[in-house]
């Protein structure tokens, strides 16, 4: 069984130095509401019921390749406060990098270019896992909002990098027997 160590936790939270996220891969990705909070529904005899912000969230997830052509999406599950899934990025495809990204301000001459370095060193890469989930999250927000405007996400996700079959394999077991653990 797959599981979940705190030395995990902490280390993919910071993604993995050096890597660059824009590769072709194959990601395990975990995104969990704030402080665990039950948005996307209840499991009723390890069957997950989705709420109508996880049945939004779902949706979204499945049009994650019509925003971003170079992704395929595997093994997916929504859980009451999280979900987990498997993107893979595959740059091979012959298609633009234009993603659903939000649009920025031209700066202005009273801009600092120093704070713009800043921000630009550390905000997403075009077309990478980070640009992928933040775009994801962000329609998410948005329409779980026009439901219950409290609703949010703990402002980061957990990745770790799928390398060989066997370790692809154990991860689709977890994702698919996750319901029927969830206490």
């Known amino acids: 069984m797959y599981s979940f160590s705190r030395k995990r936790r902490i280390h993919n939270s910071l993604r993995y130095p050096g890597r660059d996220y824009t590769r072709p891969g194959k990601y395990f990705v975990t995104i969990c509401t ?3 909070t039950e948005w996307f529904g209840t499991i009723t005899n390890s069957e997950m019921q ?24 595997d093994e997916f599950i ?17 298609n633009s990098m234009v993603g659903s990204l939000h649009a920025t301000n031209l700066p202005s001459f009273d801009d600092n270019p120093q704070k713009n370095e800043t921000m630009s060193s550390i905000s997403p890469q075009s077309g990478s896992l980070s640009a992928i989930i933040r775009s994801f999250k962000s329609a998410v927000t948005k329409n779980a909002h026009l439901v219950n405007n409290d609703f949010s996400w703990q402002s980061r996700f957990y990745d770790s990098i799928i390398c060989t079959t066997g370790q692809l394999s154990r991860i689709r077991k977890y994702i698919k027997n996750n319901p029927g653990n969830w206490m």
């Open 50 to 73: 989705l709420s109508e912000i996880g049945s939004i969230a779902k949706k979204l997830w499945y049009e994650i390749p019509k925003h971003f052509p170079y992704v395929s999406l």
């Open 34 to 36: 704030e402080n665990k």
């Open 78 to 94: 929504i859980m009451p406060n999280h979900l987990h899934g498997i993107i893979i990025i595959n740059k091979s495809v012959k």
